[in-house]
């Protein structure tokens, strides 16, 4: 059984290379802010398996809810105002959709 190594010729440990997959998964939670290229739908269901990915104990209203932070300014507001504590990542996915296509908001104009 051939063993995979890192830099240097050296044995990845099995703890090393599972901490190093979690790293990951919590900066690219951390880099992905929410654009206007991205569809919200795919952009809050990627979020929330990064979060479930990073940590398989959360709950699931903070596993909906810590994607808000994300949403960067006017939209952000627009957003967390019309989500209550209560609400699914499909809700939010929804308002998120709705929000953008009513007020323009976080679009580009040439």
Not at 16 to 44: A, L, R
Not at 60 to 80: R, T, Y
Not at 84 to 89: D, F
Request: hydrophobic content about 30%; overall charge positive.
């Amino acid at each position: 059984m051939a063993e995979e190594t890192g830099h240097g010729g050296r044995v990845k440990h099995p703890k090393v290379q599972q901490w190093y997959w979690i790293w990951q998964k919590t900066i690219s939670f951390e880099n992905g802010k929410s654009s206007v290229e991205k569809d919200p739908y795919e952009w809050c269901l990627r979020q929330s398996k990064r979060l479930k990915a990073i940590d398989s104990q959360m709950n699931a209203q903070m596993s909906n809810h810590k994607p808000l932070k994300k949403i960067p300014g006017e939209l952000d507001h627009a957003v967390k105002f019309r989500c209550n504590q209560s609400c699914t990542l499909d809700e939010i996915a929804n308002t998120l959709h709705d929000v953008r296509k009513i007020k323009n908001i976080g679009k580009h104009s040439p």
